[in-house]
Nanobody, 120 residues
Framework: VQLVESGGGLVQAGGSLRLSCTAS????????MAWHRQASGKQRELVAHITTSGTTGYTDSVKGRFTISRDNAKNTVYLQMNSLEPEDTAVYYC???????????????WGQGTQVTVSS
């Protein structure tokens, strides 16, 4: 199983970006999916998460600006980021709890990370 991210880049403050992350390989089921980020010199932090039923949660600094969603048929999670601020600059990592067969335990998977840079 692999998580492949796309959609990062350079954007001016106030702009928008949409991140995507698709789980590929032997995927039987996916539980919670999430986006984390890690800015230079800082610890990785949870940005947003979404459960199988669609319940979402956000860290306070992105509430009202970021929206997480998922397409279960495509094993994909998205992060729509609006009104971006220089403080949002970080490497963004996709995370998913995946079972790769009916008898397998749930395992945690991480994407390789995608850089988001917001210029002032």
């Amino acid at each position: 199983v692999q998580l492949v991210e796309s959609g990062g880049g350079l954007v001016q403050a106030g702009g928008s970006l949409r991140l995507s992350c698709t789980a590929s390989g032997s995927v039987f089921s996916i539980n919670t999916m999430a986006w984390h980020r890690q800015a230079s010199g800082k610890q990785r932090e949870l940005v947003a998460h979404i459960t199988t039923s669609g319940t979402t949660g956000y860290t306070d600094s992105v509430k009202g600006r970021f929206t997480i969603s998922r397409d279960n048929a495509k094993n994909t999670v998205y992060l729509q980021m609006n009104s971006l601020e220089p403080e949002d600059t970080a490497v963004y990592y996709c995370y998913a709890q995946i079972r790769d067969s009916v008898v397998a335990p749930i395992r945690n998977y991480w994407g390789q990370g995608t850089q988001v840079t917001v210029s002032s």
